[in-house]
Nanobody, 128 residues
Framework: QVQLAESGGGLVQAGGSLRLSCATSGRAFSRYAMGWFRQAPGKEREFVAAAIRSGNSIYYTDSVKGRFTISRDNVKNTVYLQMNSLKPEDTAVYYC?????????????????????WGQGTQVTVSS
């Protein structure tokens, strides 16, 4: 069982930055694919970024490329999402998710149903 706890959300003006953190419990963190998703009011949850196991494989949704950076610390069992140049449309609840991956998974890391564990979410609000 893996437990996830997000932190770092808040209110920021457009153009500002925030860094989200997701601390995990459990063992073998380096064998988990870690993803960030977000859900805005009235919208479906959408993929933001993923870092696979060692972090050498990283994926982003197009709308955040060049602005957001996902990273993971496999010693601290934590994954981060550095968000720069924030826009009002980035306003959402951001969720951290984990999926065990022994290297045999060949599905889409952008699909939320591929993840087994979820955090409670942290609110990010970007004012214009």
């Amino acid at each position: 069982q893996v437990q996830l706890a997000e932190s770092g959300g808040g209110l920021v003006q457009a153009g500002g930055s925030l860094r989200l953190s997701c601390a995990t419990s459990g063992r073998a963190f380096s064998r988990y694919a870690m993803g960030w998703f977000r859900q805005a009011p009235g919208k479906e949850r959408e993929f933001v970024a993923a870092a696979i196991r060692s972090g050498n494989s990283i994926y982003y949704t197009d709308s955040v490329k060049g602005r957001f950076t996902i990273s993971r610390d496999n010693v601290k069992n934590t994954v981060y999402l550095q968000m720069n140049s924030l826009k009002p449309e980035d306003t959402a609840v951001y969720y951290c998710a984990a999926r065990y991956d022994d290297g045999s998974f060949h599905g889409a890391f952008s699909r939320d149903y591929e993840y087994h564990y979820w955090g409670q979410g942290t609110q990010v609000t970007v004012s214009s």
